[in-house]
């Protein structure tokens, strides 16, 4: 197989050759590319992560509605409890 690289891509790999840290611009493509299959497996383990959250939140039931005023109230007697020796 024969890949084409741009310019800058083919300077950076060479680079990373140069500096021993990699034999050859062979072992600095393959190590790209594993790197890049693990974003893959990564991306696909999160997106099935939000779909499963999705659906939690889908089979949680209908929403209600906030009221701020009996949330505000529960604080203050929450606040005073833990005030109170």
């Not at 500096?19 to 990564?42: C, F, H, N, P």
């Not at 499963?52 to 949330?71: A, F, K, V, Y």
């Amino acid at each position: 197989m024969n890949v084409s690289l741009t310019i800058e891509l083919e300077k950076w790999v060479q680079s990373k050759v140069e500096s021993g840290m990699y034999t050859s611009a062979s072992e600095v493509i393959r190590e790209g590319l594993r790197l890049l299959k693990d974003q893959d497996a990564l991306k696909a383990i999160r997106l099935a992560e939000l779909g499963r959250e999705i659906q939690q939140g889908i089979d949680s039931g209908e929403s209600t509605p906030l009221n701020m005023d009996e949330i505000i109230e529960l604080a203050k007697q929450q606040r005073q409890t833990r005030e109170s020796p």
